[in-house]
């Protein structure tokens, strides 16, 4: 069992940047392949990027167009989101995940998912 806790959301200005971090607990991070995603009130949530259990190959949904970053560190039990060049429309409640299948963009296929971290982009 995994348990996921996401950290770094906030209030930021466009154009502005965040790191969103993840920890994990357990010994066996380096199994998971982990995703982030995001969900803005009536809307369905979002895959954002996905990243291997070694870190060697990231995914990241088309429309983040580069301004996101996925990465983790193994030693730290921690995934990562940099997030650049923030625009009002990425406001949302940004969710870290793990699964311990192949790399998925469908939320239904994650099955260990963290509170959410707040990010609210204002203009």
């Known amino acids: 069992q995994v348990q996921l806790v996401e950290s770094g959301g906030g209030l930021v200005q466009a154009g502005g940047s965040l790191r969103l971090s993840c920890a994990a607990s357990g010994r066996t991070f380096s199994r998971y392949v982990m995703g982030w995603f995001r969900q803005a009130p009536g809307k369905e949530r979002e895959f954002v990027g996905a990243i291997s259990g070694s870190g060697d190959i990231k995914y990241y949904a088309n429309s983040m167009k580069g301004r996101f970053t996925i990465s983790r560190d193994n030693a730290k039990n921690t995934l990562y989101l940099q997030v650049n060049s923030l625009k009002p429309e990425d406001t949302a409640v940004y969710y870290c995940?793990?699964?311990?299948?192949?790399?998925?963009?469908?939320?239904?296929?994650?099955?260990?998912w963290g509170q959410g971290t707040q990010v609210t982009v204002s203009s």
């Open positions: 995940s793990a699964r311990s299948g192949g790399a998925s963009y469908s939320p239904k296929d994650y099955e260990y």
